[in-house]
């Protein structure tokens, strides 16, 4: 090879292929003395000469032949790894049996100016004193980070001593010295004890299995504390009488944290997943479960045995909106019941029906720190307060806590807030159910003391009475009472109503001169809300500034929750009267001898003719007119009977004992 010129390029490439040799074809800086194949090399090829060899190979068993034949270790010649397709572990084998430089084809790099780079590098850096050549690993190419290839590389004896470090440009910025400084150090003047004794441990298990080893550990840099992941393989040959291994390197941090957000993520759509079947199974307590506490009960139960939440409370509301403990799980009820006594704003979740969250990390309110010091088995990062509320009434409130911090982010919430309202809607539906399938019930009689309602100020101002006749819920969810007003006339009550705080909407429906009935709409309505416990209205009736109201509940019904409603909206409520009543069951045959004794014979065939002749039908059957004619009277007298017996029925179906009866 003595016709072999120095800085030449002999090309150990496959037959059929030659990309290499055709980039050096036109280009001045090196010359492609020869193009051999893998089986031609031989230690001929670079003894007594500084021929630089580049191996266009892709075949790990190929390169590592290759390289043995000439063993790279013991010349002074430049040998280089150049595939087109790089791999992990062709890198491994590289750099063990002794290449000086591995460079994968990049289209953004073209490999010829790399290559050459590479060689004018190695004449400038070369340092016999070391006694190992390596090369950079995977130089200065942020995409060979993408491709998972290594940017460090490192051999170092069994006693964990850098004999040789290369460092690419993009992870060189993270070390505040250079490359060769490392060179002579070792693990436990680099790392912390903990982490050299870690990476020692790893060298020695390579040497001591001869396979590889992978490893990620914590290093230090300049940009703060990044993870790594290392493949240690081993070198055949000693190096300065010890064994050693080939360190590659890779900076994982960002990797690591987007694992960790996808992760993260995870859990999250895992618990939104979690809480949906929660709910599900709550409104499936509607039919399964009696009573609130069964509902109530169940709810904390599925809680806590998710194994997402260390324990979960139900208070109730009691008077001024204090919070008292009513079930709870994750922990014995004296326990339970002393976290419900920390201030998680109860007050402000009772008022605005919007959960709130408080943690110890970044979201919500901040945790109270008592709740930081409790029992190990009940200390807790997070919590999550939610009302149990339907149709404007809160029933109670929902406390739930995690030992993860910020475990109740947005959707979390959004869940949390739907889940309160379901067990609203199942307790208020239980509620309903007692009521309507009870053979007895109990009557309740509650006295208000003045009032802020417009009918307070009514009987004050002009000694008069109102008496409520009817209320209910219209479509859009408005709700409308229909008050008898006596001892004063329609118009005035209309002109008071318009400027009264509590009236939002005021009609007057009949006028007399004595007496009037009025269609109102309160901006806070008592009867709404004590219909939504499941009470029936029997009677509300206000005089002389103080009001009566006659309520029929189920037996087992919490009549302090009733009093409660009522005090959030009168501030002086006392309860009178509690009386158990039988309610008479009256069978269908009952209720139609009832209407019929009602009618009069007139007004029985009135109704009859014009239910067949097709009066009601849209479009009718019948005019009124054609139904007069039918019974031989006139019209004005068919109207007259059709509208009497009309308001029988209705009589029997609206009014049988009761003022306001809402969802039946």
């Avoid at 072999?4 to 001045?28: H, K, M, Y």
């Avoid at 060189?172 to 060179?183: C, V």
């Avoid at 539906?429 to 007895?440: E, G, I, Q, T």
Wanted: glycine share 6%.
């Amino acid at each position: 090879m003595s016709d072999v010129l120095d800085g030449d390029i002999v090309l150990v490439s496959p037959a059929d292929r030659g990309r290499l040799e055709s980039t050096f074809e036109n280009d001045d800086r090196v010359t492609v003395r020869r193009v051999v194949e893998p089986a031609e090399v031989s230690r001929s090829i670079v003894d007594g000469s500084s021929t630089s060899l580049v191996l266009e190979l892709d075949d790990p068993e190929t390169v590592q032949t290759t390289l043995r034949r000439i063993d790279p270790v013991t010349t002074s010649s430049s040998v280089l790894v150049a595939p087109k397709a790089g791999s992990e572990k062709l890198a491994a084998v590289a750099f063990r049996n002794g290449a000086t430089d591995y460079i994968v084809e990049d289209a953004e790099a073209p490999t010829g100016d790399r290559i050459v780079d590479s060689l004018q590098r190695r004449r400038a850096a070369t340092d016999p004193a070391v006694g190992v050549s390596m090369g950079h690993a995977v130089e200065n190419d942020e995409r060979l980070f993408e491709r998972g290839l290594p940017e460090e590389a490192f051999v170092i004896d069994e006693d964990g001593t850098y004999l040789d470090a290369q460092i690419s440009e993009n992870a060189s910025e993270l070390y505040s010295f250079p490359a060769e400084d490392l060179i002579g150090l070792q693990f436990d003047d680099v790392f912390s004890p903990t982490v050299a004794s870690k990476l020692h441990e790893c060298v020695t298990r390579t040497i001591e299995t001869g396979e590889i080893q992978s490893i990620e550990y914590t290093a230090q840099t300049a940009a703060g504390a990044r993870k790594f992941e290392a493949r240690v393989v081993l070198v055949d040959e000693e190096r300065r009488g010890d064994r050693a291994v080939v360190w590659l390197a890779r900076d994982i941090t960002d990797l690591r944290a987007k694992q960790e957000a996808v992760r993260s993520r995870q859990e999250r759509l895992e618990r939104i997943n979690e809480i949906n079947e929660v709910i599900k199974e709550v409104v499936g307590t509607v039919v399964e479960s009696p009573t609130r506490s069964a509902i109530e009960r169940n709810v904390c139960e599925r809680l806590v045995e998710s194994n997402l939440y260390r324990c979960a409370i139900v208070g109730g509301i009691g008077q001024d909106t204090d919070v008292f403990y009513r079930t709870g799980r994750g922990g014995t009820d004296p326990e339970l019941e002393s976290l419900l006594e920390e201030d998680l704003g109860y007050e402000t979740v009772i008022e605005t029906a919007e959960a709130r969250t408080f943690s110890n990390g970044a979201h919500g309110y901040q945790l109270p720190e008592s709740l930081g010091k409790t029992e190990p088995h009940l200390e807790s990062n997070s919590a999550i307060v939610v009302p149990i509320d339907h149709d404007e009434v809160v029933y109670g409130v929902l406390v739930v806590l995690a030992t993860r911090a910020n475990a109740f982010g947005s959707r979390e919430r959004e869940c949390f807030q739907l889940l309160g309202e379901s067990v609203g809607f199942s307790i208020n539906a239980v509620k309903n159910r007692r009521l309507l399938f009870s053979d007895s019930v109990v009557e309740l009689e509650i006295r208000i003391d003045g009032g802020d309602s417009i009918s307070f100020d009514l009987t004050e101002e002009y000694d008069c009475t109102c008496s409520l006749k009817w209320a209910g819920v219209t479509t859009d969810g408005k709700t409308y009472q229909y008050v008898v007003v006596d001892g004063i006339d329609g118009e005035t009550v209309r002109q008071e109503a318009t400027d009264h705080d509590s009236v939002q909407e005021c009609r007057v429906i009949h006028d007399g001169d004595r007496r009037c009935i009025i269609e109102l709409r309160l901006v806070e309505s008592a009867v709404r809300a004590l219909s939504n416990l499941g009470v029936t209205i029997r009677d509300i009736t206000v005089e002389d500034t103080v009001g009566t109201c006659i309520l029929d509940v189920p037996g087992e019904a919490d009549i302090r929750e009733i009093l409660t409603t009522l005090g959030q909206i009168y501030q002086r409520t006392e309860l009178v009267a509690r009386r158990e009543v039988d309610r008479s069951i009256r069978t269908t045959a009952q209720k139609r001898d009832r209407v019929l004794d009602a009618l009069t014979d007139k007004q029985l065939t009135t109704l009859r003719v014009a239910y067949y002749g097709g009066y009601f039908d849209w479009p009718r059957g019948s005019t009124g007119e054609e139904i007069a004619a039918a019974m031989d009277v006139a019209p004005p007298t068919m109207h007259q009977h059709l509208r009497k017996a009309l308001q029988e029925l209705l009589r029997e179906f609206l009014e049988e004992g009761t003022k306001a009866d809402f969802g039946r």
